[in-house]
Nanobody, 128 residues
Framework: EVQLVESGGGLVQAGGSLRLACAASGFTFDDYAIGWFRQAPGKAREALSSITNSDGSTYYADSVKGRFTISSDYAKNTVYLQMTSLKAEDTAVYYC?????????????????????WGQGTQVTVSP
């Protein structure tokens, strides 16, 4: 069974840091890019970052570039999102998702509909 399980969410003060983890199973990890998204109440789902497990290429949204870092531990089939300098605006449910890497095509890493599998989400709350 395909599973993506997020963990590491919680309550943190503004300016603080948090590391999220996405544990993947049930599919060939190296054939997929893993992306992080977030969704606040009443807002659209927002792409934050993605990493290709084929060659380790990374992508970031402008809103988090310089604050968030994505990384992958291939041995554990786990992708991390290290978040620093957190702001109240970062409060949301954070999701990880898997996108099949099709060779010879541009990867639309920030497009929700491109992702095949999704985790259940983990809540991140940033207090003042």
């Amino acid at each position: 069974e395909v599973q993506l399980v997020e963990s590491g969410g919680g309550l943190v003060q503004a300016g603080g840091s948090l590391r999220l983890a996405c544990a993947a199973s049930g599919f060939t990890f190296d054939d997929y890019a893993i992306g992080w998204f977030r969704q606040a109440p009443g807002k659209a789902r927002e792409a934050l970052s993605s990493i290709t497990n084929s060659d380790g290429s990374t992508y970031y949204a402008d809103s988090v570039k310089g604050r968030f870092t994505i990384s992958s531990d291939y041995a554990k089939n786990t992708v991390y999102l290290q978040m620093t300098s957190l702001k109240a605006e970062d409060t949301a449910v954070y999701y990880c998702a898997a996108l099949y890497e099709t060779w010879g095509h541009n990867m639309r890493w920030s497009v929700v509909d491109e992702y095949t599998y999704w985790g259940q989400g983990t809540q991140v709350t940033v207090s003042p």
